[in-house]
């Protein structure tokens, strides 16, 4: 009988255990019942059987000063896992995202002499380009999902391979199915509210958020239905806490579980906070104004160290590497930027003229055409399979 591969993968954020998650499957089917999961990731990557060490409730943590008031809590973390390194003994580690802490413990593992491999590139071409050489000394094959990623490590060694990206296949997915009934209360237009996965980021970003909402329900004929998805029962449950706590919000205003991309699939608009969603918004074809706020300091030090790029939005930062725009397709309002009246303002047009919605869905349709076929963790897999057989 074959001796289980054996694979340590860590994936610290929601979005990173529905990528990791998607791959575990992909694994298993080309590898078979031969292959062995654990680490650190969500709810996706357990029902897809990876044992868990850590749970993204604990892992998922946004800004510089929020990740430095819970330092004890990630070095402690860091000994576990090179404990369960040295003592499990994987044939490959895979890190997904999460570049803070998983180059670090890459690092540490490439030192002990173990393959590895990451997903999702860390964003190099928009700081630190002098990190590169640094990545391309601790992973042994580097898989992407942006087309313009494996330029940024040409002159080094490191295998980089753009397997298309994941959200791909998983608008393809909701746009099959039949659309889901969800609480959009009648009204003549329709807004879905994507405040964040992150508790943080939800109470520095959902009131103005709701405020935006309630001014174009008040200003337009017919008035706003307001969905907001969450990415858990947990999250939901504090968004409706700072719901009711915030004096100005929309009068239609309903939560659910998860259901995202159908959210946006049959919204009108959409006022998202930066980050995958936002790309979600893009694939699903739903014009969106991006809006992202953070810890003052922390934002002062990105604005220090973000120079190979203008925008903060993907389908923003592709349309301008792949020579289709070099002005936003989607708005983008950060930090200051980001104030009720501002939103309302930027999200008013895509529920009013058809013009404009017409030119912003022709410009959607072009990024997404950059981001591949589909069948990216097909394609990964295929990479891992390779390199778990050469070891």
Known sequence: MNTPRRILILA??????????????????????????????????????????????????????????????????????????DTWRPDLVLTVDYPGFNTRFAAAAHDRGYPTVHMICPQVW???????????RIFDHLLVFLP?????????????????HPLVDRAAETFAEPE?????????????????????????IFPDMLAAAARLDAG????????????????RAYAEQVAAATPERPPRLAFVDGQARQVLRQAHAAIVASGTATLEACLMRCPTVLVYRMHPFTAWVFR????????????????????????????????????????AAAVRPYLADPAVRTRTLAAYDAVNRTLGPGQAAEHAAAVIGGILNRA
């Open 304 to 343: 220090k160290l973000v120079t190979g790029t203008r925008h903060a939005g993907l389908a923003n930062i592709l349309a301008e590497r792949c020579g289709l725009s070099r002005e936003a397709v989607m708005p983008e309002l950060l930090q200051e930027a980001f104030t009720p009246e501002r939103a």
């Open 12 to 85: 610290g954020e929601p979005s990173g255990d529905l990528h990791a998650a998607a791959l575990m499957t992909a694994l298993q089917a080309r590898l078979g019942a031969s292959i062995e999961f654990r680490g650190c990731g969500g709810d996706a990557m357990r029902a897809a059987g990876a044992s868990l060490l850590y749970h993204t409730d604990q892992t998922a943590v946004m800004g510089l000063v929020e990740v430095l008031k819970q330092i004890r809590f990630f070095r402690g973390m860091m000994r576990r896992m090179l404990a369960e390194l």
């Open 220 to 235: 337009l004929p017919g008035g706003c239905a307001c969905v907001v998805p969450t990415p858990s029962p947990a999250i």
């Open 126 to 136: 928009a700081w630190h380009q002098s990190r590169i050489p640094k990545l391309a």
């Open 148 to 164: 313009f990623e494996p330029a940024c490590f040409a002159g080094t060694a490191l295998p980089v391979t753009f397997v298309g």
């Open 180 to 204: 889901a009934p969800l609480p959009w209360a009648g009204a003549a237009h329709r807004l879905a509210l994507l405040p964040g996965s992150r508790r943080n980021e939800i109470a520095r």
